[in-house]
């Protein structure tokens, strides 16, 4: 069983930066996609992005341009790289490895004020 620990949330201004990792625990992560979502509050979790075992992303329309997903297979993380963060960006993230069993990290926090 694959588990998933998420760090490098936290507080930072409009138009800053923060670099999310996910740590995988576990076989698997090599040949899976993986996920970024994010739940702001009051609302449903959404995709911030995905990538395949290749490399090859994806991303919601509105982090296109903003946010960047990455991978090293070799230490089994994924990262989110968010630039020009914007208050709307406030949500607790999540990463996820995607399969006909999706596992889901705890979450980190992302506070982006105005």
């Known amino acids: 069983q694959v588990q998933l620990v998420e760090s490098g949330g936290g507080l930072v201004q409009t138009g800053g930066s923060l670099r999310l990792s996910c740590a995988a625990s576990g076989s698997g992560f090599s040949g899976r996609t993986m996920g970024w979502f994010r739940q702001p509050p009051g609302k449903q979790r959404e995709m911030v992005g995905i990538?395949?075992?290749?490399?090859?992303?994806n991303y919601g329309n509105s982090v296109k341009g903003r946010f960047t997903i990455s991978r090293d297979n070799a230490k089994n993380t994924v990262y989110l790289q968010m630039n020009s963060l914007l208050p709307e960006d406030t949500a607790v993230y999540y990463c996820a490895l995607l399969g006909p069993v999706t596992s889901w990290g705890q979450g980190t926090q992302v506070t982006v004020s105005s």
């Open positions: 990538i395949s075992s290749g490399g090859n992303t």
